[in-house]
């Protein structure tokens, strides 16, 4: 994963952000020039457990050899409530009685309706993906992506760029809706149901990763509300890249996700995890990161999209 280029800074790189096992980042922003002076100050122990990172990507600058990376946990009030669930994940292995279908089949009709989601903030730029909702250019992404927005541009599959709001986010949640300007005609997704998932169906996840438009991955529903809480150790505080110490408690998302062994990556934010008839049963959103490790290592989170429906509902109506 490597920063992207500030604007007006000709291919120069920020240095790369430290990522250090045991810390809980939710989603790649631009690293500042200095951190705020707020923020800076003593780090302090770092969690049991390895980290876990929010799959949006850092725009990738390949020219001269050198790249650098930072990601951002999400911190901040919600305006919107979210949902919480259950304390415990679903573990039983259950056969999978969906049918299943060709992976090429199923890309085919899914990825029209994911878009690449590029944002600039007055701290750089960063990449991360959203599903179409609506044929007039209501998308779905994740908060994190669009957090400190200053401008955002969507990409559809095709390749066709529309300029975009964002229309609200529910950090909590990590929910956002955007819309694209003068959008018209575009594929919108098929929402599925994630209440009838099972443990051990196929999912296959659709996104950006690293800036890979349009990438494809497969693997099954590994666990079923699974707490973003258990991951990182209970009660331990975690460190931001900008030294702010913050606990899982009160800090960062609080949804229960459904756990994937799809290969989900830093790009991946946002995009669409999708069961083996097409239909968008989760919004990709972060990765469990062992031992500093940037990449996927089988541990992917998606919120459901259930409750992404809810907050889009909240969303609208506000």
Do not use: C, W
């Not at 309706?113 to 701290?123: A, D, F, I, K, L």
């Not at 229309?167 to 809706?177: E, L, N, R, W």
């Not at 996104?207 to 529903?221: A, D, K, R």
């Amino acid at each position: 994963m490597t920063e992207p280029r500030q604007s007006g800074a000709e291919d120069r790189q920020p240095p790369a952000e430290s990522h250090q096992p045991g810390t809980t980042y939710y989603g790649p922003m631009p690293q500042p020039a200095q951190p705020p002076a707020a923020l800076a100050g003593p780090q302090k122990r770092p969690g049991r457990l390895a980290a876990l990172v929010g799959a949006t990507a850092l725009a990738a600058a390949l020219l001269g050899g050198g790249a650098g990376a930072a990601i951002v946990g999400l911190t901040g009030d919600s305006s919107a409530s979210s949902t919480t669930a259950s304390s415990a994940a679903t573990g039983q292995t259950i056969s999978n009685t969906t049918g299943s279908a060709d992976v090429s089949t199923v890309a085919a009709k899914v990825v029209p309706s994911v878009v690449q989601v590029n944002v600039t903030t007055g701290r750089g730029s960063a990449i991360g993906s959203g599903v179409i909702l609506t044929a007039d250019g209501r998308i779905l992404t994740n908060a994190h992506v669009v957090q400190g927005a200053q401008t955002v541009t969507v990409t559809t599959s095709d390749g066709k760029k529309y300029q975009a709001r964002v229309v609200g986010s529910d950090t909590k949640s990590d929910i956002a809706v955007l819309q694209a300007q003068g959008a018209s005609g575009l594929t919108a997704a098929t929402l599925g149901d994630s209440s009838k998932l099972a443990v051990g169906q196929q999912v296959i996840a659709i996104g950006s990763p690293g800036g890979l438009q349009n990438t494809v991955t497969t693997g099954i529903v590994s666990a079923l509300n699974r707490p973003l809480s258990d991951v990182g150790g209970d009660g331990e505080q975690r460190n931001s890249p900008f030294s702010q110490q913050t606990s899982n408690v009160t800090s960062g998302p609080s949804y229960t996700a459904i756990q994937t062994d799809a290969s989900i990556n830093q790009g991946n934010s946002g995009g669409a995890l999708v069961d083996s008839q097409g239909r968008v049963i989760g919004i990709n959103s972060a990765i469990y990161s062992p031992g500093g490790s940037s990449g996927s290592v089988g541990i992917g989170f998606a919120i459901p999209i259930n409750d992404a429906k809810k907050i889009v509902d909240q969303i609208g109506n506000g």
